[in-house]
């Protein structure tokens, strides 16, 4: 009965908790976070098979949470290119490739976003 209760308040927290990551990285940061508690109980109450079950979820999602944030900062990092020639030709005074620049940087932002 304790594990149960350690589970749905580790499970509440992790909902409370990750809510911002669920928005920012489609749950996989959410999930990792999940089964790391579970994998906690388990652990605390002296399951050791279950524990293992869980850290090998939470690291898989792991993993992919790291993937997606790599992905979404190279985006951005390109965004950032971008916006710098878009100023650069801005001030020279190009602004049809301003334009251009900018409209790129726009669409890796909303890449950067998954």
């Known amino acids: 009965m304790k594990l149960i209760q350690i589970i749905i308040s580790i499970s ?3 909902f409370f908790l ?3 990551a669920n928005a920012s990285d489609a749950g996989h940061t959410s999930e990792a976070m999940e089964h790391a508690g579970k994998a906690q109980a388990h652990g605390e109450a002296g399951h050791a098979k279950e ?3 869980h850290a090998k979820k ?3 999602h792991a993993k992919a949470a790291v993937t997606e944030h790599a992905n979404a900062h190279k985006h951005m990092d390109e965004a950032i290119k971008h916006l710098e ?3 650069t030709h801005a001030e020279a005074g190009h602004a049809d490739v301003a334009a251009k620049h900018t409209q ?3 669409t ?3 890449e950067s976003a998954h």
């Open 104 to 106: 790129e940087a726009i």
């Open 58 to 60: 939470s690291l898989t």
């Open 12 to 14: 509440i927290a992790v």
């Open 108 to 110: 890796h932002m909303r």
């Open 51 to 53: 524990l293992l079950e």
């Open 18 to 20: 990750s809510t911002q």
């Open 85 to 87: 020639e878009a100023i």
